[in-house]
């Protein structure tokens, strides 16, 4: 079965869903939306969504009580009611293992999009244009002419280091690895290990993807007044924030960014994440 | 005299008068400072700061009224009545035009930083973050894999367009001059003729920097109804905005930009302008 | 007339002539080429080539010998022989002064192509590829990582040091004018006033491109023996060669790189310069 | 023990080989260095060389005669005749198989410095730089302006495309994984899939780093006559060169650029290699 003859459902979640759903459609796509009555549009009845081919959840499926997330809806859907229909679809969902604790016989059923590199990659491009934002936002200086720290070299340290290059800024990236600090030299960075933080009261902008805590409060100490963390890294999240608020430094713990920054561009890569595993089940 | 040994008084205007009496002092020099009581700092009497070699007014001096402008002040300022104080004073403002239809006998005496080249590149900068920072804010797409057409290729536009690919966007740029679009060319960028917009439905973003009606009615409605336009040019700007709003394209006037998002930098452009200014009196 | 009518008749010169006829074939025009036997093509009789409506000579036109600069042909062609053929042609050349000494009651007839402003802006890129060519050619580092100054931040200035830039160098630009230095600073260049060379040693790559005696004595002695330096600028050049010979410094003069490094795309800049001349004298 | 206190003894290889000793040298330690005698330089008595703690052989360690690789020495060494002098030595060299051939019972005295992900990063940069140098040695046009395809998005492949992209060139890049086309996409390049060449016959140049055959005839066969191609896999690298000369098209095989282009950086990187693996084992 070519892929271009199916049906999608897609089932609430915010404005992402709202437009994965417009992208599937403007590509020639069988969309039926759920959960969008609030903006007044595109929405079909739940029955005939679920009588879809393949069924995609929002990136976190389920809320504390069960119900499908659906802030864009004045229902309430709990698809446990409707677990027969969905037996013999294809699901999507972003977090796999909310959805299994709810269907945990599904395992063969569901793919999460959210597991794969692309979807990663591609993602920590709102999620820097976010940080960016934040920084244009909480702060009285250009970006360009400031002095940057971004701690880790991963996907968004790579992705927003770039970035804030790109708009004048100095940047100084932190790594562990060897092969990771010959990368950040030979971008044109400064690079300094994770940890062996030298005039760290340098920087205007300090920016962490790193999940564990990196800006404890010996380093927090060492700060200017006038620096500004922003925390990318997921909860608990990399700052001592308790400790950053007494030294008064301004922190913020800037999550879920692609949703907020970019949910037309957010649902575009979670569209063509979930076209590239169907296209690869079929090849 | 050497200008280090000299006494500035600040008198208004908003918050980037207020850092540009922070960085002299940060400098080394005497300030005296009125018109930041709301902000409950640093302030002093008005005969006080009167009573200095060189007096800084705002970019902006009077409000129609004719008083100092100075948003953070609870207490109003008429210089008429100060006019003997300031007679033998160097005077610095950003408009000079407007100092003078008040104290018309004052020409030798007033300089303009905005005048000089160096302030208006300078300022370039926080205009182009704060135009990026619209961009995020008002659109639900990234710049990064953007369509962008930046119209005008002076300061703001040479900036902006740099800021932009820098972001990851893919930037066209419009000029008129043949040496200006081998400039483009070269730099980097499609270019294209300014009034031959071909493709124009192709953009996510437009920015323009041209300070005459650019954008009228015959180019807006090719637009794509997602189109975003940031206006940056001084008033009336180069948007039709009437027409825009008729065919449901936004575009936003962002006017004034270096004091709103980056107040700081934009104290200190002045304060390096005027520093400029004074040693090249001095040799 | 339309140009496109007209016929083009390119005398001599080196490759960028024969690539310049090129282009203009390939752009539809007709084209009499001479002075090109020695590579056995596309080469006519000079009264053929003399009798268009358009006469393109070389850039320096006439070698000492008064003959058409022709290193390509293996006759010689003296035009004064067909000064009657010339008189109502347009004629191109590329330094004017040469010609018209030759034939000074021409002065209406002859356009420079070199003085036009996209020319030089364009030319800047074969040259800043030049030096680049050299600095790998002849030193013993990478560029990325390496410390480089540009000397002089017009046209060729500007080029290389983005290019320095994009292959990963640490690049300082000096300059003298206030405004260049913000533009130096604001394009995220370290900046230094032209002469006041501080840490001269500090550099790998030296590039001039500044046309007055900058890397005199007193700077050549404070260099590193490792440093190489690359002159751009005409004849004399910037640097005290005799003294960095002594001093035991690789120095560099290299002249006239767009036609050794890319004569086709120099060819094609002189296509696009002189239809541009002519379109706007039809315009 | 320390590795500061260690004597190095550096034998044989070219000049890479040269500059890793005079780097070790500069950094203070101590170091024997033989098999330059051609240079008339630093030399000592192999017996003197062999007497250190780590001994440093070249890249590829033996020629095919058995000889220690020494370009830049008149006398031969065949390291047999020191196999004793070996047995408690820290041994370094660039590929270990071609040494454990010569002594099978020293697997655990042995060490590739090439084999460490932060020497192939770093080597990428001159492998880079001496790709561009070739483009600029062999072709008529400028790379800025031009059309160019990298065929794969490894460490090479990132390097250059983004060296290529800071002197100007539209560059396009080739890969066959989704995140590696989600990388180049967010990068700014134009990607393609490897072996899905569309619009091929419109690249000025296309460099290749992947090693299998990926230009075959089929693709030969499409090429505009004026594409440049530099290959820089290693032997016997992507291209079908004997096709590639039948069809007229410039091919050449670039190889062991890092040694050629630039010793010195490239003798650093075995350096920091080196003492990077001696750390961590001290560590």
Chains 1, 2, 3, 4 share one sequence.
Request: glycine share 8%.
């Amino acid at each position: 079965m070519k892929s271009f003859d199916k049906t999608f459902g897609v089932l609430g979640g915010d404005k992402r869903n709202y437009y994965l759903a417009k992208a599937l459609k403007d590509d020639g796509y069988k969309v039926r939306l759920w959960g969008f009555d609030k903006l007044g549009t595109m929405d079909c009845e739940i029955a005939s969504a679920l009588d879809s081919d393949i069924i995609i959840l929002p990136v976190i499926p389920f809320s504390d009580d069960e119900n499908v997330v659906s802030p864009y809806s004045n229902s309430n859907l709990n698809l446990k009611e409707y677990e027969d229909a969905l037996k013999d679809k294809i699901i999507f969902t972003g977090i796999k293992d909310k959805f299994l604790s709810a269907f945990p016989d599904m395992e063969n059923r569901v793919s999460s999009y959210s597991d794969r590199e692309e979807f990663a990659v591609k993602n920590a491009v709102p999620t820097a244009e976010g940080a960016i934002e934040q920084a244009l936002m909480h702060s009285d200086i250009t970006i360009n002419g400031s002095k940057v720290l971004v701690c880790g070299y991963g996907r968004i340290g790579k992705v927003l280091s770039e970035m804030l290059r790109g708009m004048g800024a100095d940047v100084t990236v932190s790594a562990r690895k060897q092969s990771d600090l010959a990368w950040i030299k030979l971008n044109g960075f400064a690079g300094i290990k994770t940890g062996d933080f030298t005039e760290i009261n340098s920087y205007n902008f300090i920016f962490n993807t790193i999940p564990s805590l990196i800006l404890r409060e010996d380093v927090l100490r060492e700060l200017s007044k006038d620096t500004l963390i922003i925390d990318l890294a997921s909860l608990p999240g990399g700052v001592d924030f308790a400790c950053a608020e007494k030294c008064g430094i301004k922190a913020i713990h800037a999550l879920s960014l692609p949703g907020k920054i970019a949910p037309k561009s957010a649902g575009e890569i979670i569209e063509s994440t979930i076209l590239n595993i169907l296209k690869e089940d079929d090849g």
